[in-house]
């Protein structure tokens, strides 16, 4: 059972940079395809970003060229490092896992079997 963490949330300047990090645990990290998600409050969560094993990614439309996800399976460790952050951005961060790639429903909460615990991150004006 893979278990997933998430940390690097915090508060920022609008303008600024922050990197959020995702560890797996509890078992081999061998997910076809990660993503991360956010939620702000009263919405829906929302897709972000996603990727392959290492590559096959896809953004947001509205994070697209400001946020870059990569992952490092040595470290069973995914990333998304967030540019450019603005107060829209506010969210909680969640990291998933899915235990099989449908890289056509890659945007969706249900394509996803793992889900981390999330990760506030505050953009203030």
């Known amino acids: 059972q893979v278990q997933l963490v998430e940390s690097g949330g915090g508060l920022v300047q609008a303008g600024g940079s922050l990197r959020l990090s995702c560890a797996a645990s509890?078992?081999?990290?061998?997910?076809?395809?990660m993503g991360w998600f956010r939620q702000a409050p009263g919405q829906e969560r929302e897709f972000v970003a996603r990727i392959g094993w290492t590559t096959n990614k896809a953004y947001a439309d509205s994070v697209k060229g400001r946020f870059t996800i990569s992952r490092d399976n040595a470290k069973n460790t995914a990333y998304l490092q967030m540019n450019s952050l603005k107060p829209d951005d506010t969210a909680v961060y969640y990291c998933?896992?899915?235990?099989?790639?449908?890289?056509?429903?890659?945007?969706?909460?249900?394509?996803?079997?793992?889900w981390g615990q999330g990760t506030q991150v505050t953009v203030s004006s």
């Open positions: 509890g078992g081999t990290f061998s997910s076809p395809m």
């Open positions: 998933a896992a899915a235990a099989q790639a449908n890289w056509g429903a890659s945007t969706r909460v249900d394509a996803y079997n793992y």
